[in-house]
């Protein structure tokens, strides 16, 4: 990212680079989470993004051949995460001052947090920033962003992937996808953005 930066202030973008590309890109350097983002295969303690290469999807024709495809690129951007823990379980967390849920809507940009709740003596949760400069009408995001619960659940789709780790790990992950509103409780708080609480006590 700071490559792409320096790039754009000396006016060597590549054409294939839109305005509203640069402008996103350049507004992402403003958030951050408590977690540190790194990016290096041998970095511990932090988060780095993955390739959508690395899950499958349904294609247009699976309904007839069953085939899937690589996800390709993503359709909103992550640009934090969070890690808390407290005496208590931590529900919307995007009410939270200062976060980055809050940050993002200031500049005008939509945010899609996942708020990870694992419970115990001590509750956890681990929380993703996702933004986008807008929904777009008539989409299949915008119609999950502001359907009910129940259409949110039928097609919120948790696509487990390893694809860095040894060889137990990555076989004992398996790779079947799971409708996560089916099988846990997941609590959707619709406001300037959407939180989605995952309660991942099973």
């Not at 402008?23 to 403003?30: F, G, I, K, T």
């Not at 408590?34 to 290096?40: G, Q």
């Not at 999807?57 to 969070?82: E, N, Q, W």
Request: aromatic content about 12%; charged content about 25%.
């Amino acid at each position: 990212m700071k490559k792409r930066l320096r790039m754009i202030s000396r006016g060597q973008v590549d054409d294939k680079y839109s305005f509203l590309y640069i402008w996103l890109m350049s507004s992402l350097v403003d958030f951050y989470g408590n977690l540190r983002h790194d990016d290096c295969d041998n970095a511990r303690d932090c988060w780095k993004l993955s390739g959508g290469n690395n899950f499958r999807v349904r294609s247009k024709h699976f309904c007839y051949d069953k085939t899937k495809i690589p996800a390709g690129k993503h359709l909103m951007d992550l640009v934090a995460v969070d890690w808390f823990k407290d005496t208590k379980r931590m529900d919307h967390v995007a009410r939270r001052q200062g976060c980055t849920a809050q940050v993002a809507s200031e500049k005008g940009l939509f945010s899609l947090i996942f708020n990870l709740q694992v419970p115990g003596s001590t509750h956890y949760s681990m929380v993703f920033y996702f933004v986008t400069r807008e929904l777009i009408t008539g989409s299949l995001l915008q119609w999950f962003v502001d359907g009910d619960d129940e259409f949110r659940n039928s097609r919120l789709k948790l696509i487990p992937a390893v694809p860095k780790g040894s060889w137990i790990l990555r076989q004992s992950d398996g790779s079947t996808p799971c409708l996560l509103g089916k099988a846990i409780d997941c609590n959707y708080i619709r406001g300037p953005n959407l939180e989605i609480d995952v309660d991942m006590f099973f």
